[in-house]
Antibody, heavy 119, light 107 residues
Framework: QVQLVESGGDVVQSGGSLRLSCAASGFTFSSYAMHWVRQAPDKGLEWVTFIQYDGSNKYYADSVKGRFTISRDNSKNTLYLQMNSLRPDDTAVYYCAKERGSDRHFEDWGQGTLVTVSS | EIVLTQSPATLSLSPGERATLSCRAS??????LAWYQQKPGQAPRLLIY???NRATGIPARFSGSGSGTDFTLTISSLEPEDFAVYYCQQRDNWPLTFGGGTKVEIK
């Protein structure tokens, strides 16, 4: 079955950087677009970024544009999120999510990894 | 950006009762709306996609309806495991957006 396992979450100071990873298994990773979605403590869900199945197309939320970069390595079945210039309001659980087909709804989710940005 | 407004914020009901949750979009999203359920400490789970289609393995007591700007998630008879937070999400336009959530709690 589909498994998505995030890693890389940590406590980092404001202005710092962090790279998250999401290891995928149980499906043909190279055939699916992927997303990162985050959830601040006791808050709702916020879509962060998208990458096309082959990496050819990417979109970002305005809140992270210019600071975060999504990428993937289809040979390693792994999705990445490089986060630079981190701010306290980036503190959240970060989920990687796989689309249902190619319809931009999120059919499968990882368990999430916590990023805490201290001021 | 399309804003999704969910109501009510909290719904207090008893097991066996019917739950009706609303999601209103700031502009039309056709039928490109999904519903998710999230329990404490867990990742969200896809319930309904494209307004009215149940995702794999979702019980028939969950149903979705609507198009354009007004959408409804109905749980016909609440089971104990249904008490959770529910989010809607649109895929009609970038950026993808979620509603603020409705908490269904035990009365």
């Amino acid at each position: 079955q589909v498994q998505l396992v995030e890693s890389g979450g940590d406590v980092v100071q404001s202005g710092g950087s962090l790279r998250l990873s999401c290891a995928a298994s149980g499906f043909t990773f190279s055939s699916y677009a992927m997303h990162w979605v985050r959830q601040a403590p006791d808050k709702g869900l916020e879509w962060v970024t998208f990458i096309q199945y082959d990496g050819s197309n990417k979109y970002y939320a305005d809140s992270v544009k210019g600071r975060f970069t999504i990428s993937r390595d289809n040979s390693k079945n792994t999705l990445y999120l490089q986060m630079n210039s981190l701010r306290p309001d980036d503190t959240a659980v970060y989920y990687c999510a796989k689309e249902r087909g190619s319809d931009r709804h999120f059919e499968d989710w990882g368990q999430g990894t916590l990023v805490t940005v201290s001021s | 950006e399309i804003v999704l407004t969910q109501s009510p914020a909290t719904l207090s009901l008893s097991p066996g009762e019917r739950a009706t949750l609303s999601c209103r979009a700031s502009q039309g999203v056709s039928s490109y709306l999904a519903w998710y359920q999230q329990k404490p400490g867990q990742a969200p789970r896809l319930l309904i996609y494209d307004a009215s289609n149940r995702a794999t393995g979702i019980p028939a007591r969950f149903s979705g309806s609507g198009s354009g700007t007004d959408f409804t998630l109905t749980i016909s008879s609440l089971e104990p495991e249904d008490f959770a937070v529910y989010y809607c999400q649109q895929r009609d336009n970038w950026p993808l957006t979620f509603g603020g959530g409705t908490k269904v709690e035990i009365k």
